[in-house]
Nanobody, 119 residues
Framework: VQLVESGGGLVQPGGSLRLSCATS????????MSWYRQAPGKERELVAL????????NYANSVKGRFTISRDNAKNTVYLQMNSLKPEDTAVYYC?????????????WGQGTQVTVSS
């Protein structure tokens, strides 16, 4: 199983980035996908979630209206479009996959990609 994030980097406040998470080794369309982030000295927090079929999304209040999560089940990839970036968005961003029906929980994490918002 692999989840490989890309697209992070350094961006000025007000700028945009698009993160991608390319997956392999599991049936992507059976998994709800999420983006989490962790800033230095803080706990990891949920940023956005998209259900397995892409029919529903949910966002942290801090990113609503600025970030958009999407997925392409044909490409086994999930995306996070980040607009109007703020310095407080600086964090390592992680891709997370959770089987929609398995019990016990079956889930996977990516290795993370750094996003730095600074002038």
């Amino acid at each position: 199983v692999q989840l490989v994030e890309s697209g992070g980097g350094l961006v000025q406040p007000g700028g945009s980035l698009r993160l991608s998470c390319a997956t392999s080794g599991f049936t992507f369309s059976n998994y709800h996908m999420s983006w989490y982030r962790q800033a230095p000295g803080k706990e990891r927090e949920l940023v956005a979630l998209i259900t397995s079929a892409g029919s529903s999304t949910n966002y942290a209040n801090s990113v609503k209206g600025r970030f958009t999560i999407s997925r392409d089940n044909a490409k086994n990839t999930v995306y996070l479009q980040m607009n109007s970036l703020k310095p407080e968005d600086t964090a390592v961003y992680y891709c997370y996959a959770k089987d929609r029906s398995a019990w016990p929980i079956v889930d996977y994490w990516g290795q993370g990609t750094q996003v730095t918002v600074s002038s």
